[in-house]
């Protein structure tokens, strides 16, 4: 008996999938399975995480729906992996953050945005807040330079503490057999396997979506999605760098780096999101844990969120529009840094950890 | 009347699937008529894992060669000679060009593992298993542009000396019931579901096989054929049956309902009586003979024995085994005699003699003294709790079937080929496997036949 009833079915599965083993070429899922006879509530959450829902080993499975066996293990460790976020939560009284993600992350969302607008307004006169402001500097007429940097550097640094708490705690108990540190060999074919998607593919054909028919779509959206981010994220480095570095103000023209960085992330945070949220309302149901949907849409929704505001003020940034723009993408920006901990974005993180486990378990045993 | 398919394929597992593709590449119309549900589809074609087919060189897939001399040898042993030469060295040569011919419709092997099974060299293992092989198949046939009906249960064949004309069905498909077509592929299973048929041959005992593929394979185009003149072949008792687990469900539990814990334990019948030498010989013929032993006890039941010391040997299993701290709580638990089965296991264990204990080879641990005596593997049950899973025959495919001549076509009683008729797969297994089996067999027949069946039904609907 386990913790949650989740996780009674994910043991009944591994236990079907463990004594037929005709997935195992499909994904990390099924050979991590096959080193255990028995699983604890960490070896669980650890294969749900390490599942990347690819949905090859429904389609593929003789004995999924309606068969009397019922297996559907896409399914089952979407929501044993949905419930791990919540059980590793960091600190744990605001687990309850997962419950209703969706709710919580657009009011975090809302009142982030409405927070900067008001901000603005207040310490600004209104000139100031619909002003055209250009040159180097022009962003810290609406708000000085440090107020930012010490605002967005905080509640980073928050999210960081939390996410470190969380995975921390998962880390320890996915760690049995092997326990201990993650040795580098180990982290760097994660890395390998999480900056390709090497298990989002169907064991080679592709994600399955709609029906039997395989494509690579999401697996295209997530690449956009995930490397968007991660050019945004080099952008604002970037810049920080430059700021600090070598004086350097924002805004930039541009062509030059932190701009470029950010323009083409940007765009990637734009199409993937909107792929990745096509692609979840055409999936098939049988696939999908219904009952998060308000999670990883609320985060698809933020990441959205911050491409748009971010790529609308570079067009507009020397415009009037561009104090109530910048105001919203900061909102946008804060939220999604502080969400980070209590929302979809932690699933990158347990899934590298996993992954991790899953190279040293590969390592252990070769 | 509507419209008239150039080739109608019956069935929807491996044989068929690979018959309609190869007809719709020799330039034919094709339908496939499959009885079961969508979900259901492809029969036993759906459980299965691997493929024996023999090559020359080792590949990415298959660790060693398997020259068509040594697969022929195989299939000499494990059918004791019952098997068409020329038929079975046709089908074994052909393989060879399979292993290829099947990734070219879309079928993705895996890599070879060190796996579970150890048939890295002979079998080919499908990425995904046979379900995924079959979406492959399916939805190549449907860019090819073959038409598949589901639900269509054929339920009677309209044929006149030896040259089909036309099948009738349950289900009216846009309105028809009847569907006529210049050539016909039978590929539509075996009559292992088909319980009653089985009794014919088996009695009363057929009420306690338990069946591990589709309820769907009820023979009944075979039937149809055998009454319409086509010339049969085949033992009737004869098929694949292995011991499965007695708590297993009676159609479609798949494999994870085997067991082959055997040779590390003893088998008892409802009298707490061995009947078998369960060291008798090495995987996979030990797992094959059980079914048949087990048919052959009292009510059809039996149940293996061992203890605590060897649960992690073979594969995790499904159904957990019943466990008692001593072996009278655990002939309680199983409603045996518990003094039976303690003179049993006492009688064993007395019996047995040291040895070096290798489950990969024949070893030398055995029993003296007892009947029957176990030759190899024979280890003392001695630790508890005790362990047991109940076992009854596993049905997985039977023999009787349809002779077919090299082109898969037909052979009508009176010697003559038919016209128009071919067949492949488990409908016409019999033709090679008189008895016995070696794994992997079962997708070879369907694909090689299926192929060849697709291809001259083809040639001679565009004649
Ligand atoms: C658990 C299990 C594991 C197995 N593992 C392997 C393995 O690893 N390798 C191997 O080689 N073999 C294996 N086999 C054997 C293998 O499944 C069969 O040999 C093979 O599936 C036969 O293929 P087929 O196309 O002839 O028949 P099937 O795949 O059984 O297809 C027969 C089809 O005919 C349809 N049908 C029946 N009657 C009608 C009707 N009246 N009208 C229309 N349609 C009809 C059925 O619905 C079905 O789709 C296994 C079998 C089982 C049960
Ligand atoms: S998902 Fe189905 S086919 Fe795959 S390993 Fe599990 S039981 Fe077997
Ligand atoms: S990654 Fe794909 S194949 Fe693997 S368990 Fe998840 S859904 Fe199944």
């Known amino acids: ?366 | 009347m509507g419209s008239k398919y150039d080739v109608l394929v019956i069935g929807g597992g491996n044989a068929a699937l690979c018959a309609a593709i190869s007809a719709r590449r020799g330039g034919a119309s094709v339908l496939v008529l499959e009885g079961a549900p969508k979900f259901y589809r492809g029969g036993n074609t759906r459980h299965t894992r691997n493929m024996r087919c023999a090559h020359d060189a080792a590949t990415e897939i298959l660790t060693g060669p398997y020259t068509e001399e040594e697969f022929w040898e195989d299939l000499l042993r494990v059918t004791g000679g019952q098997t068409d030469e020329v038929l079975a060295r046709h089908m074994i040569r052909e393989s060879k060009d399979i292993l290829n011919w099947i990734v070219e419709q879309g079928v993705r092997w895996q890599p070879s593992l060190g796996g579970t099974l150890s048939l890295g060299r002979t079998n080919s293992f499908f990425l995904g298993g046979g379900r995924a092989m079959l979406n492959a198949l399916y939805l190549t046939a449907e860019r090819l542009g073959i038409d598949v009906e589901y639900d269509a249960e054929v339920t009677d064949l309209v044929i006149e000396d030896g040259m089909f004309l036309a099948a009738r069905l349950k289900r009216p498909i846009n309105g028809e019931t009847e569907i006529r077509a210049t050539s016909l592929v039978a590929a539509a299973g075996g009559f292992e579901a088909n319980i009653e048929w089985l009794k014919q041959y088996w009695g009363e005992a057929a009420d306690n096989f338990l069946i591990r593929g589709t309820p769907h394979n009820r023979g009944s185009i075979l039937k149809m054929l055998l009454d319409k003149g086509v010339q049969e072949v085949g033992d009737p008792t004869q098929c694949h049956a292995v011991a499965i687990d007695a708590r297993a469900p009676k159609f479609d539990g798949g494999i994870i309902t085997r067991h082959d814990s055997v040779v590390f334990g003893i088998v008892v019948n409802k009298h707490s009586q061995r009947f078998y030498d369960e060291g008798e010989d090495i995987w996979p013929k030990r797992y094959a003979i059980w079914g048949r032993l087990v048919a052959a006890q009292p009510d059809q039941i039996a149940y293996i024995v061992f203890d605590s010391t060897v649960v992690t040997s073979f594969m995790p299993t499904l159904f957990p085994p019943v466990a008692g701290q001593t072996i009278a709580e655990l002939a309680d638990k199983l409603e045996l005699d518990p003094a039976a089965l303690e003179k049993t296991v006492t009688e064993f264990n007395a019996a047995v003699r040291p040895g070096t204990f290798d489950h990969t080879i024949l070893d030398d641990c055995r029993t003296e003294g007892i009947t029957p005596s176990k030759t190899h593997w024979a280890r003392r049950i001695e630790t508890p709790p005790y362990l047991a899973y109940p076992v009854r025959p596993g049905i997985t495919f039977t023999y009787l079937g349809t002779r077919v001549n090299k082109e898969a076509r037909m052979v009508m009683a009176d010697g003559k080929p038919s016209a128009n008729m071919f067949a492949a797969g488990e409908i016409m297994a019999g033709n090679v496997l008189g008895k016995g089996y070696a794994a992997g067999m079962g997708m070879t027949i369907g694909s090689v036949f299926g192929r060849i069946a697709g291809q001259e039904a083809a040639k001679h609907a565009r004649n």
């Open chain 1, 1 to 366: 008996m386990h913790g949650t009833r989740i996780l009674d079915e994910a043991d009944r599965l591994m236990t079907v999938c463990n004594s037929c083993r005709y997935c195992e070429g499909l994904c990390a899922v099924f050979p991590a399975m096959e080193m255990r006879r028995a699983f604890s509530d960490g070896d669980l959450n650890y294969l749900a995480n390490l599942c990347h829902s690819c949905g090859a080993c429904y389609v593929d499975c003789q004995f999924s729906p309606p068969h009397e066996f019922n297996v559907n293990v896409p399914q089952t460790l979407a929501v044993a992996r949905a419930e791990s976020y919540a059980a590793y939560a960091w600190p744990q009284a605001l687990s309850g953050a997962f419950a209703r993600n969706g709710l919580v992350v657009s009011i975090i969302a809302a009142l982030s945005m409405a927070a900067f607008i008001l901000g603005f307004a207040a310490l600004n006169d209104h000139s100031v807040l619909f002003g055209v402001h250009t040159g180097p500097g022009a962003f810290y007429k609406l708000m000085p330079h440090n107020a930012m940097a010490a605002l967005f550097s905080g509640a980073f640094l928050y999210a960081i503490l939390a996410l470190v708490m969380s995975v921390r705690g998962f880390w320890r108990d996915i760690g049995t057999p092997i326990g201990g540190r993650a040795d580098g060999g180990s982290v760097l074919q994660a890395i390998r396997d999480a900056g390709e998607l090497r298990y989002l593919h169907g064991g080679g054909v592709g994600c399955y979506n709609e029906d039997d028919k395989p494509t690579d779509r999401r697996k295209l959206y997530h690449h956009l999605t995930f490397y968007g981010f991660l050019l945004c994220f080099a952008a604002t480095s970037v810049a920080t760098l430059y700021h600090y570095l070598i004086g350097r103000e924002a805004p930039y023209p541009w062509w030059d780096l932190p701009v470029v960085l950010g323009t083409i992330g940007g765009i990637g945070l734009i199409i993937g999101p909107v792929g990745l949220c096509a692609a979840k309302m055409r999936r098939d149901p049988a696939l999908l844990d219904e009952n998060r949907y308000g999670m990883d849409i609320g985060f698809i929704a933020m990441l959205f969120l911050t491409g748009l505001t971010g790529m609308t003020l570079l067009v507009l940034r020397e415009t009037a529009a561009m104090g109530p723009l910048l105001a919203l993408h900061l909102g946008a920006v804060f939220a999604l840094f502080i969400t980070m901990p209590y929302g979809k974005f932690v699933h990158g993180i347990y899934r590298f950890a996993a992954l991790v486990r899953y190279a040293q378990e590969r390592r252990t045993a070769a």
